[in-house]
């Protein structure tokens, strides 16, 4: 089993829906949490980064974390359809300074 | 300011064959990265270096694979006697200084091993 299980989708919306995408993960030591975008054939792009459990904002972005449950989210209001990309989800350990990635879900934001 | 870039964006090679693969990371991160993304999954962790060291090396699949980073600034990634199984987009990373610090991406170097 994958220390970060994040459903691979695809996901197909409409252009203006609020989008949900999510992770989960089995070891408690991971303490700092991030979701990237990743568009075909570039490299992932830093989204938002969050340690404590809650909510962040960023414009149409809001990355939520909750530890007891080990499950994150991150909600896009207003989708775009330069939303359309794969959302990686990242975690890392306290004390350790590699990255554990979901798959990623592929998003398709339709006009 | 200039990204971490990769050379070449694309390489094609025989198996068998010894292939090198360059990161250029961002000026003054002292943190390098290197992470093995397969088609449809998520990056997997290679190596990592503080400065001209490897501070980890636990990704790394198996000793046909070696990094080097000797001046603490572009590294390359060395895969001898490739394998079908390399095949993968292999992208690296920098950070200002490791830990908790946000790791920018380059954009990876596609690896075909035919």
């Known amino acids: 089993q994958k220390e970060v299980e994040q459903d691979p989708g695809p996901l197909s919306v409409p252009e203006g829906a609020i989008v949900s995408l999510n992770c989960t993960y089995s070891n408690s030591a991971f303490q700092y949490f991030m979701w990237y975008r990743q568009y075909s054939r570039k490299g992932p792009e830093l989204l938002m980064y969050?340690?404590?459990?809650g909510n962040k904002e960023d414009g149409r972005f809001t990355a939520q974390v909750d530890k007891s449950s080990k499950y994150i989210s991150l909600f896009i209001r207003d989708s775009q359809p330069s939303d359309s990309a794969t959302y990686l989800c990242?975690?890392?350990?306290?004390?350790?300074?590699?990255?554990?990635f979901g798959t990623g879900t592929r998003l398709t934001v339709i006009p | 300011g200039a990204g971490v870039s990769q050379t070449p964006s694309n390489k094609v090679t025989e198996k068998g064959k010894y292939v090198e693969l360059r990161c250029d990371p961002i000026s003054g991160h002292t943190a390098l990265y290197w992470y093995r993304q397969s088609l449809g999954q998520g990056p997997e962790f290679l190596i990592y270096f503080q400065g001209t060291g490897a501070a980890d090396d636990s990704g790394l699949p198996n000793d046909r694979f070696f990094a080097v980073r000797p001046e603490g600034s572009v590294s390359t990634l060395k895969i001898q006697r490739t394998e079908r199984g390399d095949s993968a987009v292999y992208l690296c990373a920098s950070s200002l200084s490791g830990g908790p610090e946000t790791q920018y991406f380059g954009p990876g170097t596609r690896l075909l091993v035919l």
């Open positions: 990242a975690m890392r350990k306290t004390g350790a300074n590699n990255l554990f």
């Open positions: 969050t340690y404590s459990s």
